[in-house]
């Protein structure tokens, strides 16, 4: 599985739209972008995947650029319960059974 | 459907003592993993299972073990607790085919004195 990078944190004001950026620069065609968020203490909850096509679903956008060296997940209208670690993971579909994650960025949501 | 179900929450244990965490789920989930979880840091890999008799290495194997008997059940087992194992794990797991996500336990926060 290619490995990803992400800004260790960022910050967003409460409202607004919170972009967190994932690189994935070796990632191969058959391989999709997920991601998952850890609010504090909890166990991580999975948000969004795509392969290559924009995606949205009740909590989240993910856009893929056309390379797909890249992805930025989307939280449209954050809120202060966003505030949580979001782990950017790049895995092949039934591929590698390991699922292993990197440092993830650490979203604050201010008021 | 209950999920991924961890127990005990909490444990504190004395060096060298012995323990068992316990997960299971109910989604018939082919595979299931081990996390652990230090303070500030990533989720790192213990052990995984594949399904019902097979087990595989992590990132940190070292110091734990693990059985999978049935396709509900992925217990693990700390032999000789250190205090270098005092951390959050987390239990997971995942259906086998497709594109699909991983379902997390809530944790279990291990302390050794």
């Known amino acids: 599985d290619a490995k990803t990078t992400q800004p260790t944190s960022m910050d967003c004001a409460e409202g607004r739209a919170a972009n967190l950026p994932c690189n994935h620069s070796?990632?191969?065609?058959?391989?999709?972008v997920y991601w998952y968020r850890q609010i504090h203490s909890q166990g991580p909850q999975y948000i969004i995947h795509?392969?290559?096509n924009n995606e949205t679903n009740e909590m989240a956008s993910l856009i893929i650029t056309e390379d797909r060296k890249s992805s930025t997940l989307i939280l449209p209208h954050a809120t202060l319960r966003d505030t949580a670690v979001y782990y950017c993971?790049?895995?092949?579909?039934?591929?590698?059974?390991?699922?292993?994650f990197g440092k993830g960025t650490k979203l604050t949501v201010n008021p | 459907n209950a999920g991924v179900t961890q127990t005990p929450k909490f444990r504190i244990l004395k060096i060298g003592q012995s323990m068992t965490l316990q997960c299971t789920q109910d989604?018939?989930?082919?595979?299931m993993y081990w996390y652990r979880q230090d303070p500030g840091m990533g989720l790192k890999l213990i052990y995984y299972?594949?399904?019902?008799?097979?087990?595989d290495k992590g990132e940190v194997p070292n110091g734990y073990n693990v059985s999978r008997s049935t396709t509900e059940d992925f217990p693990l087992r700390l032999e000789l607790a250190a205090p270098s194992q005092t951390s959050v794990y987390f239990c997971?797991?995942?259906?086998?085919?497709?594109?699909?996500?991983?379902?997390f336990g809530q944790g279990t926060r291990l302390t050794v004195v």
């Open positions: 997971a797991s995942k259906r086998r085919n497709g594109d699909t996500e991983a379902f």
């Open positions: 070796t990632i191969s065609g058959n391989e999709y």
């Open positions: 795509g392969l290559k």
């Open positions: 993971i790049v895995r092949t579909q039934g591929g590698s059974e390991k699922l292993v």
């Open positions: 989604m018939n989930h082919n595979y």
């Open positions: 299972s594949v399904g019902a008799g097979i087990t």
